[in-house]
């Protein structure tokens, strides 16, 4: 949230809407066993304006909905179900006796839940009966060649719901649920439809753009009731990095002694390169100014050990190379999840290191962080 650039919100807003989030997130647990014990749908759940959809569902019309995790999002599908016959893509989860309840108060009203990898083939089905398709789009998705600048940086997300709906001339339609004192409210958005007379690659754009817009200005209006535990900015795909230390956020903080700070200073070309697409701040001695940097997002510099305990949320992994204890404390106070020092990179290293590269830090870098195969070799598979 701090790193969504976008919502300008000052600390004390922060800490308030993450509470707001979390208070959410628990109220949409509580809620499960209602819905399961419900044999119809609450009265105080409704959509505001269903009447272009439902006139569409009835001349025939596949019909795509695009939503994020807001407020409760499970009740735009139970709510949908009630109208039009429908079906919604659902990742399972490893607790198969909790997802095979979660399924069954999900498809209570006649939708059906498919999995990702039946989407296309089931969903391209759907549509060409007449049946809408519900679609969360909100998920990172680091792989994909298509990226929008939400909240103001840069996401990576699935193309499918464009895709689709060139595929089929359906329109895609965006759904918003919030959460009122009188109960849930879902609105529609108008229908979003494909120029099939246009190169695929240029609608994909266009429409994806508008529907991650239409998102954004909805999560604007109730920060507090968007699912932020996930991360929505992924940059890595697990190709590279172990997921232990794959994190969208980053400060790298150097020590003030001159030769421990020159000898880190020559690594940060390869963190760059571990790290070339993330949110990148370096914190530095002030004496050091003059030296040339890598690209980074942001650089601060500090006079004196105190001006290193920024009150920062932004960082989720800190590099912390001083020989500060206190500094790790203080980030793990606020939103760091890992932390590093130079004792425990060489740690993790070890297992991969040859003798003759046990003083290289660059290597000692890639070793500890990354996959074998993907910035750095094993010796053996090397020397084939």
């Not at 039946?118 to 298509?146: C, E, W």
């Not at 530095?284 to 997002?297: C, M």
């Not at 990179?345 to 003083?359: Q, V």
Request: glycine share 4%; aromatic share 10%; proline share 6%.
């Amino acid at each position: 949230m701090a790193l969504a650039k976008d919502l300008s919100l000052s600390q004390k807003q922060l800490i308030q809407i993450a509470k707001e989030s979390f208070q959410n997130l628990a109220t949409i647990c509580l809620e499960y066993p209602k819905l399961d014990s419900e044999k119809k749908l609450s009265s105080n759940i409704y959509c505001e304006n269903p009447e272009i959809a439902d006139a569409l569902h009835k001349q025939g019309q596949g019909i795509i909905f695009f939503c994020g995790h807001q407020a409760n999002w499970e009740i735009l599908f139970l709510e949908g179900t009630t109208r039009m016959k429908g079906i919604a893509i659902g990742k399972p989860i490893q607790n198969k006796k909790l997802y095979h309840w979660i399924l069954s108060i999900r498809e209570k009203y006649g939708g059906k839940i498919i999995t990702p990898r039946n989407a296309v083939a089931q969903g391209l089905k759907a549509l060409r009966t007449g049946h809408f398709l519900g679609i969360v789009g909100d998920q990172a998705m680091p792989s994909s060649g298509y990226s929008f600048p939400f909240l103001g940086r840069k996401a990576w997300t699935s193309t499918a719901p464009a895709l689709l709906a060139h595929k089929t001339n359906s329109p895609i339609i965006f759904a918003s649920t919030k959460r009122t004192s009188q109960g849930y409210r879902i609105h529609y958005g108008d229908p979003i439809w494909p120029d099939t007379s246009q190169p695929v690659e240029k609608e994909v754009i266009r429409i994806m753009d508008q529907l991650l817009s239409a998102l954004e200005e909805s999560i604007k209006k109730a920060p507090g009731e968007w699912l932020w535990q996930h991360n929505r900015w992924k940059q890595q795909t697990p190709k590279t990095i172990y997921k232990k230390f794959r994190h969208d956020s980053l400060c790298i903080i150097l020590p003030q002694d001159e030769s421990e700070f020159y000898s880190l200073y020559e690594t940060l070309p390869t963190l760059k390169e571990i790290y070339a697409a993330d949110f990148l701040c370096l914190l530095l001695p002030s004496s050091f100014r003059h030296l040339p940097l890598i690209e980074a997002n942001q650089v601060i510099y500090y006079s004196n050990l105190k001006e290193a305990f920024l009150p920062d949320f932004r960082f989720k992994l800190i590099f912390n190379f001083t020989n500060h204890a206190s500094i790790s404390r203080h980030f793990k106070k606020l939103s760091a999840i890992e932390i590093l020092d130079l004792p425990t990179l060489k740690k993790l290293a070890k297992p991969h290191l040859p003798i003759s590269l046990e003083h290289n830090l660059p290597e000692i870098f890639k070793r500890a962080l990354c996959r074998p195969g993907s910035l750095w070799i094993k010796e053996a598979e090397h020397a084939r």
